[in-house]
C-alpha cells in the first residue's frame, strides 16, 4: 500500500481531485497532440488547382447538360471581387465563361453579366444557374519522412514556396539532387532519358479524351467545339455496328487474321488530341500542345474464332496491341506499307473467351503495355529521346480493330499528362534544349495541371534563403522541404450542409471515384529499381 501513496497527489476532496486529474489527462493529450503536429503529421487544405486532378483546390462540381459527364471546374475568388482563399457559402454563376465538358466537348453557357444590372444571363435570356463552391481537398502530410528517408520522384511533397517561405506549397517531385532535368515533348528526362512514371501514379494521372458511355441528347449546334457533334469512332470497314445494343455497344461481325476491321478514332468530330483540363478555363485550349502518349480501353465480350485489339500511332509510328480467341496476345509495330513487325507476344493464362473482360492498349513513356483481364504484357522502345521516333509533327491516331464476332462496351480514349515546357512561353527553366542541373540539396517540382501550375519551370523572383544560406532559383532547397502528402481524408466536394453526414466521404462512386483516397508517389519500397 505504501507503495501506491506516492504516485498520487490528493487534496482529500473528491471534486477537486477529480477536476486536478482530469486536466491533467487534457493537458497531456493536447501536448501529445502537439508532438505529433509539430514533428510527426498535419493536416492540410488545397487552396488552388495546380495539382488537379490528383489535387483540387476550390472548385463547381460541374455536369455536361448534353452528355450528363460530370467534372470539375476551378473557382477563382478574384472574378467575384473576393479576396484569395475565399470559399464563398452563397451559389454563383460560373466564371471564367464556357467551361467545356472534357468527354463531348460541349460549351456550357455559363452566362454573362448584362451591363444593365450585372446580374448573369444565358443566351436565350434567362438567369444563369449558380452551383455551390467546393473547398478544396484536406489532407494528411507526413512532416519526418525525410529525416528518415531521401525524398523519391513522383512524390507529392508539402515545401516552403522558395519565393514565399512564409507559405507552404504543393507538387509533384520530378527530379532530385545530382541530376540533370530536361522536359521534352511533355515527358520528364532525366540525365537524358525519359522518367517513367510507377503504376499507380500513372492510373492517376491518365486524363479523358473521349468516353463512350456519355453521349450527347442533343447533337445539333455549334457547341461541340464550334461545330455539332458526331460519333468520333468511324468504321473504315464493314462489319461494324455502332449501335448494337444502343449508342453505348460497339459490335463486330466478319473478318479475318487477314482482313482485320478498323473503327478509326477522327479528332475532328471530337476532342483532338491536346492537352486540355476540363479543370480549368475554356480559354486555354488554342494555346495547348498534342499530346500522344494514348490509351484505348473497353470491355469486350470475345466470340470463338476472333481477335481484338487497338492500334495507336505516334510519331509516325503505328503499334498494334491484341488478343485472340485462341489465348494468345502480342504486340506488333506496323510499317507504312502494312507490314508487321512481333515485338512481343505471350499467352492468355485465365479463360476469358466468351466472357466480358477489359482490354487495354497503352503507349506511354516510350513503353508499349497490352492488358486483357489479368493477363499483362510490355515491350519497352528505349529510354533514349529519339527511342520512340523523331517525327513529333506527326499527328496521333488511335483504332479499334478486330476480326470475327466480339462485341465492346465502355470505350475510352485516354491520354497522359504533359508537363509543358518550350512551347509554353512562361516556362523559363529546364525545357528542350535548356536542360537544368541539380547540385547537392537541390529539388526540381511541377504541379499535375501543368499548364496551370506556378512552379519551378516558371519561378522568375528571386529565391528567398534562410540566414547565412544562398539558394539558386528555380529549385527546391532541402531547407525547404516540410514533409510528404499521403492520404485525403476529407475531400473537397462534401458540404455537410448540403449532403448531411456520411461516415465515409465516397461521394460518387463509379465510374469517377473522387472521395477519401491514396496520394501514389514512388515506388518507395519496391525491391525493383525504378528506371532511370
Excluded at 396 to 402: K, L, R, V, Y
Excluded at 438 to 447: M, R
Aim: glycine share 10%; aromatic share 12%.
Amino acid at each position: 500500500m505504501k507503495e501506491n501513496v506516492g504516485k498520487y497527489i490528493v487534496s482529500g476532496n473528491t471534486k477537486v481531485d477529480a477536476v486536478y486529474h482530469n486536466l491533467e489527462w487534457i493537458i497531456t493529450a493536447l501536448a501529445g497532440t502537439l508532438v505529433f503536429i509539430v514533428f510527426v503529421m498535419q493536416v492540410y487544405r488545397i487552396p488552388t488547382g495546380s495539382m488537379a486532378e490528383t489535387l483540387r483546390g476550390s472548385h463547381f462540381r460541374l455536369r455536361c447538360s448534353e452528355c450528363g459527364y460530370r467534372y470539375d471546374y476551378e473557382f477563382y475568388p478574384s472574378g467575384y471581387k473576393m479576396a484569395e482563399n475565399t470559399v464563398p457559402r452563397q451559389d454563383l454563376p460560373v466564371i471564367p465563361l464556357f467551361p467545356r465538358c472534357p468527354s463531348c466537348g460541349w460549351y456550357e453557357d455559363s452566362g454573362q453579366p448584362s451591363k444593365v444590372d450585372g446580374q448573369f444571363y444565358t443566351a436565350d435570356g434567362k438567369p444563369a444557374p449558380k452551383r455551390a463552391v467546393s473547398r478544396g481537398d484536406q489532407i494528411f502530410v507526413l512532416k519526418c519522412i525525410y529525416q528518415l528517408f531521401e525524398p523519391k520522384r513522383w512524390d507529392v511533397i508539402v515545401f516552403k514556396n522558395p519565393i514565399q517561405p512564409e507559405i507552404n506549397y504543393i507538387k509533384r517531385l520530378v527530379a532530385l539532387p545530382g541530376e540533370r532535368v530536361e522536359i521534352i515533348d511533355g515527358d520528364i528526362y532525366i540525365n537524358d532519358h525519359i522518367a517513367r512514371k510507377p503504376a499507380k501514379v500513372q492510373e492517376e494521372l491518365w486524363m479523358p479524351i473521349y468516353n463512350n458511355d456519355y453521349q450527347p441528347v442533343r447533337t445539333d449546334g455549334a457547341r461541340f467545339n464550334g461545330r455539332r457533334w458526331e460519333q468520333p469512332f468511324e468504321p473504315t470497314d464493314q462489319g461494324w455496328s455502332l449501335n448494337a445494343d444502343g449508342p453505348m455497344v460497339f459490335s463486330l461481325t466478319g473478318g479475318d487474321r487477314n482482313a482485320m476491321r478498323t473503327l478509326q478514332y477522327n479528332p475532328a468530330k471530337g476532342n483532338d488530341f491536346k492537352a486540355v483540363y476540363g479543370y480549368d478555363p475554356s480559354q486555354m485550349i488554342p494555346m495547348m500542345p498534342i499530346c500522344s502518349d494514348l490509351m484505348l480501353s473497353y470491355y469486350v465480350d470475345l466470340g470463338t474464332d476472333s481477335g481484338i485489339g487497338a492500334v495507336l500511332g505516334k510519331y509516325g509510328i503505328r503499334y498494334r496491341g491484341m488478343v485472340d480467341s485462341s489465348g494468345q496476345m502480342s504486340i506488333s509495330r506496323i510499317g507504312i506499307d502494312g507490314a508487321e513487325e512481333q515485338l512481343a507476344a505471350g499467352p492468355v493464362f485465365s479463360a476469358t473467351a466468351d466472357q466480358m473482360a477489359l482490354l487495354r492498349f497503352a503507349n506511354v513513356d516510350h513503353k508499349l503495355i497490352l492488358e486483357y483481364g489479368v493477363n499483362k504484357l510490355e515491350y519497352d522502345l528505349g529510354t533514349g529521346r529519339d527511342d520512340a521516333g523523331k517525327n513529333r509533327q506527326s499527328s496521333p491516331t488511335a483504332e479499334i480493330i478486330g476480326y470475327g464476332n466480339a462485341q465492346l462496351r465502355h470505350i475510352k480514349l485516354m491520354r497522359d499528362i504533359y508537363y509543358t515546357g518550350a512551347e509554353d512561353k512562361r516556362v523559363m527553366r529546364a525545357y528542350e534544349g535548356k536542360p537544368l542541373d541539380l547540385q547537392k540539396d537541390e529539388f526540381f517540382v511541377c504541379g499535375d495541371n501543368s499548364p496551370n501550375s506556378y512552379d519551378a519551370r516558371m519561378w522568375k523572383e528571386p529565391t528567398k534563403a534562410n540566414p547565412g544560406q544562398t539558394y539558386r532559383d528555380g529549385i527546391v532547397p532541402r531547407d525547404y522541404l516540410v514533409g510528404k502528402a499521403f492520404f485525403v481524408h476529407f475531400p473537397g466536394n462534401w458540404r455537410f450542409e448540403r449532403q448531411g453526414w456520411r461516415i465515409i466521404p465516397y461521394l460518387d462512386g463509379p465510374p469517377e471515384p473522387d472521395g477519401m483516397k491514396i496520394i501514389y508517389g514512388s515506388d518507395r519500397f519496391s525491391a525493383k529499381p525504378s528506371n532511370p
